[in-house]
């Protein structure tokens, strides 16, 4: 008789997008002339830039020839995109990450859920909440929680509530943990960490002997000179962080499909007995093992990403973005709502208008405006009555969006 993993069975209803797509779906079928317009999940809408694809078309032009055919790449990613990402993501920024440091993926998601592959299962997992539920869902997958309370709260994760009245900054875990997911630009809430609160999270882990993942997915949607792109700008983060980065939101790769993870030869995790392992080989090994590597005019794609006419033909696109962050930050605050985050990230988070629960205002917005956005509670218990809409989207449905907003909640008032 197989067995499955039961602790699959302790997963709550559909992850978050798809249950949202599920309700679209009922609803464009019972009104199949609507014009929905959809700010829920977070995929860029803007085509590729033109340097990445020139780069993809000649890298697979190369692949037509037998001199310059390449087969299988280095599973950690070509060393002619490693190098270029030290340079330019992080040596530009002072801090010194090595090449082999940086390992090239297929998107930050998988590599959240597979850096899990090289911890304990008796570790504890601090997250925030809200928060991408991916982080919560891979550590229910590998059995490092127990059931879900009627909130979708599970037992054994430590939940460290964000809303308006903390400014969104959590407090430090009040007992010891040993796994901490920080995202910064948040997703869900659009808000932002300072060098000091990252200096905090780094002097917590680095007493407590604790790893930090900093998924710093939306980093280049920054415009505060002061705030810190990535985690090793903070002292001692070299010694307790793993950084997630992609390609996905920048330079548009959702459905290209290229990120990186970097992993400091310095981290160290521990054996049951306290001895200390350093953690980058076996990462290596993990990654060797279970991936062969991102394609190769994807990775040429990629590197085409920090070329001059790639960095400005992304510069255009994150301005594209964070004009409709902008638009939809000023046209809903002056229609009324409690709107935070927009400023250095491309969502906005909402308070619910009238009280309403996260996927009351969900449904409110679908059926009287069809608007999709997504419901807070789907990030997390203290999510509830909070709202987020994704910048991702075109100019004109970004207007045409506050305008219906603008009218629903007029007709209330
Ligand atoms: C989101 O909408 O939160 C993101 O698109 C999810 C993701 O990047 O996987």
Redesign the pocket.
Known sequence: MVTINEHYLKLQAGYL?PEIARRVNEYSQSHPDANIIKMG???VTQPLPAAIITAMHAAIDEMASVETFRGYGPEQGHLFLRDTIRDHCFRNRGVDIESDEIFVSDGS?CDSGNLLDIFGNDNTVAVLDPV?P?YVDTNVMVGRTGKANSDGQYDGLVYLPVHAENDFQPELPSEPVDLIYLCYPN??TGTVATREILQKWVDYARENRSIIFFDA?YEAFISDPEIPHSIYEVDGAQEVAIELRSF?KNAGFTGIRCAYTVVPKKLIGYEHDGSPQALHPIWNRRHCTKFNGVSYPVQRGAEAAYSPEGKQQIEELIRFYMNNARLLREGLTAAGLEVYGGQNAPYVWLKTPGNLSSWEFFDQLLRESQIVG?PGSGFGAAGEGYFRL?AFSDLENTEEAIRRIEASLASKT
């Open positions: 997008f999940i977070g995929d998601k991408y991916v997703n869900p997915a996905s997504t994704s």
